[in-house]
């Protein structure tokens, strides 16, 4: 190993570059502001690649998680994401140090009301001499918040929302929304309303899934750096960029389409209106997680109507859709103030990082 860390951070890579993307953010954040150096072990190194675009911080390790994990020493502080569950020979080797480390589990985005009493819960190992605790990241208080660079706000207010425009349009007259999410079977169809709409429309069209459904609905690709324009509805499709570049996009548009969890946090930020899409589960309790942001934010019937037809695994009807989005789309200057109450909301619960430390730095630990 290049270094003896302050962290170990496990990762599997699931889906879609979630979790990933989550465990990369915070290894950054803890690195650029706090000094610590960690090693990232991840499953999947070439989806990491993707985020890292080549350019990893001095102090930051990726490590390869394989089936046969290398004998190494455990960090200070030791952090399972998502119920990764750590190798057999690194748990025996946590408890040969004279103190074992701090263990932590990170888990899911909770917006729902378990999530405070669940937050720092332990949990002791069935055989080892060993004590976890589980961190809750959250929107509510006594959750573990979720992740805010410190200069996030500062870099938001010197951003130029008018050459980012330009560097896609020249005209960029009309609305503007960043599209990102998971396979919708509204998108065909709230498409076309775009495209019959009354006035300019730019759609910035995120790599992956939005931009196959947005291709398949013009019948041709829409390569990365390409437009197309059909009817009022402009599309701009965009690279995958690194996730420093991603909240840029957010701050471009007017209104954001996210997905899953580390998207939505990062447009709760951004402070401008939004539509959450998040991961789609069988048991449908991606529904209860809708429902419960909506309920604890004072989410508007313009939103929540919209949002329920974007989160259904059905298409919509045309008149259902049209209606909703109209009503969307009159309602955003008031969800533009409201949007700014839910940051200040968010802000008090405090950064996942700076709670994340103060648990770290406790008596009891």
């Known amino acids: 190993m290049k270094l003896q860390p302050d962290c170990d951070l496990f990762c599997r890579v699931i889906d879609n570059y979630g979790d990933i993307g989550v465990c990369w953010r915070l290894a950054r954040q803890l690195n650029a502001e706090h000094g610590w150096r960690l090693r990232l072990w991840v499953d999947d190194l070439a989806a990491c690649s993707q ?52 263990w932590l ?24 001499p060993l004590l976890k605790h589980f961190f809750v990241p959250g929107l509510l208080p006594g959750t573990g918040g979720v992740l805010r660079e410190t200069d996030l706000l500062d870099r ?51 790599a992956g899934k939005a931009n196959a ?36 996009l957010l701050w471009t548009c007017d209104l954001n389409f996210v997905r899953g969890e580390d998207s939505f946090c990062r ?13 789609p589960q069988q048991d449908a309790a991606h529904h209860a997680k809708l429902a419960a942001f909506q309920a604890h934010f004072a989410v508007p019937p313009a939103l929540a109507d919209f949002n329920a037809l974007w989160n259904s695994a059905a298409p919509p009807s045309p008149t259902a859709l049209t209606s909703a989005w109209q009503q969307l789309d009159a309602a955003l200057p008031e969800l533009g103030i409201q949007a700014g109450e839910w940051r200040s909301k968010l802000a008090s619960v405090g950064d996942l990082v700076a709670n994340l430390l103060h648990f770290c730095r406790g008596p009891k630990n």
């Open 213 to 248: 459904q947005v291709s398949a609905w013009l019948g041709q690709a829409l390569p990365a750096g390409q437009g197309s324009r059909r009817g009022n509805l402009h599309l701009h499709a965009l690279p995958f960029v690194p996730q420093t570049d991603f909240d840029k």
């Open 267 to 279: 447009a709760l930020w951004a402070g401008i209106p939004m539509v959450w899409q998040p991961y």
């Open 105 to 128: 589990n990170l888990e899911y985005l909770c917006v729902e009301d378990w999530g405070p009493g669940f937050h720092l819960q332990p949990s002791p190992h069935p055989r080892l």
């Open 156 to 206: 938001q207010s010197a951003f130029d929302i008018e050459s980012a425009r330009r560097s896609h349009a020249g005209d960029i007259a009309g609305r503007w929304l960043f599209l990102f999410c998971y396979d919708n079977p509204a998108l065909p169809l709230l498409l076309d309303i775009w495209a019959a709409g009354p006035g300019p429309l730019h759609c910035l069209v995120s």
């Open 51 to 102: 985020l890292t675009q080549g350019s990893i911080p001095e102090g930051i390790e990726l490590c390869a998680w394989t089936s046969d994990f290398p004998a190494v020493t455990p960090a200070q502080v030791v952090i399972e994401a998502f119920a990764c569950e750590l190798p057999e020979n690194y748990l025996s080797a946590m408890t040969a140090l004279p103190r074992p480390p701090v």
